[in-house]
């Protein structure tokens, strides 16, 4: 909805609340009136009900206020007597219009100095779990949110199996835009597996269409750093087209929310204004070759031609016992009409050098794709023969320059003006046509980023969809809290890597586990406030 659907969907909320409350408000010693004025009757409501005044500001915030909303009408008519669990229940199933027949037919009043606490340990059990969730939901939303790697693009950097805290502060909190949906699930309800939000299968062929789906306007709250080159970044793919991220098969005309897109993690390797190149697989900024930092290392596949075939599986051990088979990935395998060369699929420079001087290696080659062949890269336009390890140059749109604009390059920023920026554009000819007017060029809202995996041979990243708005980006990962190898295997299958447990993200030299000193830290806390609680309970005795 637009900012003036979202006014009146307001203003009718709070008719519906003062219509409802306002005889309540007035045996509380209220006046009339304070039931109708948006914000201000919630402040008053907290007093009636004998809750905090940052109750208000809960109940205002997307997802934590369906929790809010609803313990809110229970604690109303808990105020006017109404406290049995059928009352709760029927203020939950009603939706909050049990609080009319209170209003109107029935004969409370109003209890002051009320007992907060829950009658019941049942009660008391309740209230604790529903506010448990309601914090965890805040500190995922606004704060810190754990995320697992997925995939093997960011080889050997990041592995599959790590279980990452990703900071939402460093870039800004984003606020939720999808106000109906679970708490602290992303996107499919596990078991149930249904979508997690409220959502229509009448969907349309086009982002916009989720304006219309009780979404609010985009906003996120100011952020300590900004986004630099080379960092990594937990972002909603772009062109994310999953129906449910756990069955992984794409469907060409499904759309998500922004705030319910697939969660992926790459290398920011471009910011705003940069010119990106690709030149035989390395990145290129501005002229100049990237430089991974710290404990970050490339990948690429290989072709390694033997002296003599491999006969066995015990052969293929002998041939990688030489190296560290964390520095390769996703397999080694001959290669199709041949007898004598296999492909390493992923290996870092480390492995590499270890191959090409094992006795039974002849070569070791780096599969490249020629320049000029065109690779079904973005913008997928045959125009632009460019593939995984020749691309561009590409300019990186910033917020506030200015491109010119023709049929030649539209193709590389038609998608960014229609889908993110929600204008209508297209060739006409030989010319180009925005919002029915022909233009020669266009000045960009939004600042975007190239992402890509390390893994430069197996990593679907920018190279397939192109620019990422920054309304896509979610947080900085920087901590890794566990690390399990094998964790799409099977859980028998599971070895846990304790060198990267409770280890940060970023970093140089070796990894440095902080799990021993947590766990100290944790022991010692624990046994203070125990101490603590013995010395209170002594001169309390005294």
Same mark, same amino acid.
């Given at each position: 909805m637009d900012s003036t659907q979202w006014l009146i969907f307001i203003i009718i909320i709070q008719i519906i609340h003062g219509l409802g409350t306002w005889k309540l408000y007035i045996k509380a010693g209220r006046q009339a009136w304070e039931a109708f004025i948006p914000i201000y009757n919630a402040v008053i409501l907290m007093k009636i009900i004998t809750r905090p005044w940052w109750w208000v500001i809960l109940i205002f915030l997307p997802i934590v206020n369906l929790i809010m909303i609803p313990a809110v009408w229970v604690e109303t008519a808990r105020a006017f007597g109404k406290d049995t669990k059928f009352d709760a229940l029927i203020c939950i199933l009603t939706l909050g219009f049990y609080l009319y027949y209170l209003n109107y037919l029935a004969d409370v009043e109003f209890i002051e100095n009320r007992e907060l606490k829950p009658k019941t340990s049942t009660g008391e059990w309740i209230t604790s779990i529903l506010f448990a969730i309601v914090a965890a939901t805040i500190v995922h939303t606004y704060f810190f949110q754990p995320f697992v790697i997925p995939s093997s693009s960011l080889e050997k950097s990041l592995l599959v199996g790590d279980f990452l805290i990703v900071s939402k502060l460093h870039y800004g909190a984003r606020a939720p835009m999808t106000t109906v949906g679970t708490p602290m699930v992303h996107d499919t309800i596990p078991v149930l597996k249904s979508k997690s939000y409220l959502y229509s299968d009448n969907y349309e062929k086009r982002e916009t269409a989720w304006q219309n789906k009780l979404q609010l306007p985009y906003f996120r709250f100011p952020s300590f750093e900004k986004i630099k080159n080379n960092d990594y970044v937990v972002f909603g793919q772009p062109a994310d087209t999953l129906r449910?991220?756990?069955?992984?098969?794409?469907?060409?005309?499904?759309?998500?929310?922004?705030?319910?897109?697939?969660?992926?993690?790459?290398?920011?390797?471009?910011?705003?204004?940069?010119?990106?190149?690709?030149?035989?697989?390395?990145?290129?900024?501005?002229?100049?070759?990237?430089?991974?930092?710290?404990?970050?290392?490339?990948?690429?596949?290989?072709?390694?031609?033997?002296?003599?075939?491999?006969?066995?599986?015990?052969?293929?051990?002998?041939?990688?016992?030489?190296?560290?088979?964390?520095?390769?990935?996703?397999?080694?395998?001959?290669?199709?009409?041949?007898?004598?060369?296999?492909?390493?699929?992923?290996?870092?420079?480390?492995?590499?050098?270890?191959?090409?001087? +094992?006795?039974?290696?002849?070569?070791?080659?780096?599969?490249?794709?020629?320049?000029?062949?065109?690779?079904?890269?973005?913008?997928?336009?045959?125009?632009?023969?460019?593939?995984?390890?020749?691309?561009?140059?590409?300019?990186?749109?910033?917020?506030?320059?200015?491109?010119?604009?023709?049929?030649?390059?539209?193709?590389?920023?038609?998608?960014?003006?229609?889908?993110?920026?929600? +204008?209508?554009?297209?060739?006409?000819?030989?010319?180009?046509?925005?919002?029915?007017?022909?233009?020669?060029?266009?000045?960009?809202?939004?600042?975007?980023?190239?992402?890509?995996?390390?893994n430069r041979h197996n990593s679907v990243d920018s190279r397939a969809w192109g620019f990422v708005p920054f309304d896509h980006v979610i947080g900085k990962p920087v901590f890794i809290w566990m690390s399990i190898d094998g964790i799409n295997d099977g859980i028998k299958n599971w070895s846990f890597r304790w060198d990267r447990v409770f280890t940060t993200v970023n970093g140089k030299g070796e990894r440095v586990s902080y799990l021993l000193p947590f766990l100290a830290v944790i022991i010692g806390i624990t046994f203070f406030n125990r101490w603590r609680k013995k010395k209170k309970l002594k001169s309390e005795t005294k």
């Open positions: 449910n991220m756990d069955i992984f098969t794409p469907d060409r005309n499904y759309y998500k929310p922004i705030d319910k897109k697939t969660n992926l993690v790459k290398r920011c390797v471009a910011i705003p204004g940069d010119t990106l190149e690709i030149r035989e697989g390395y990145v290129y900024i501005n002229g100049k070759k990237n430089v991974i930092p710290g404990r970050g290392e490339l990948q690429f596949s290989y072709d390694v031609k033997l002296k003599n075939p491999l006969r066995s599986q015990a052969d293929v051990d002998r041939i990688l016992k030489v190296i560290d088979r964390a520095d390769i990935d996703d397999g080694f395998g001959r290669v199709p009409n041949t007898e004598d060369t296999y492909r390493v699929f992923a290996a870092s420079d480390k492995a590499i050098a270890a191959l090409k001087n +094992h006795p039974e290696v002849l070569s070791v080659k780096r599969n490249i794709t020629e320049k000029g062949q065109y690779g079904a890269t973005f913008p997928r336009d045959p125009n632009y023969s460019w593939n995984v390890d020749f691309f561009g140059p590409l300019y990186i749109p910033k917020a506030g320059t200015t491109t010119e604009l023709n049929v030649q390059n539209l193709p590389l920023f038609d998608r960014l003006i229609q889908e993110y920026e929600g +204008h209508n554009v297209y060739a006409r000819g030989n010319e180009v046509v925005l919002d029915g007017e022909v233009v020669d060029s266009y000045t960009f809202e939004k600042d975007y980023y190239w992402m890509m995996g390390d």
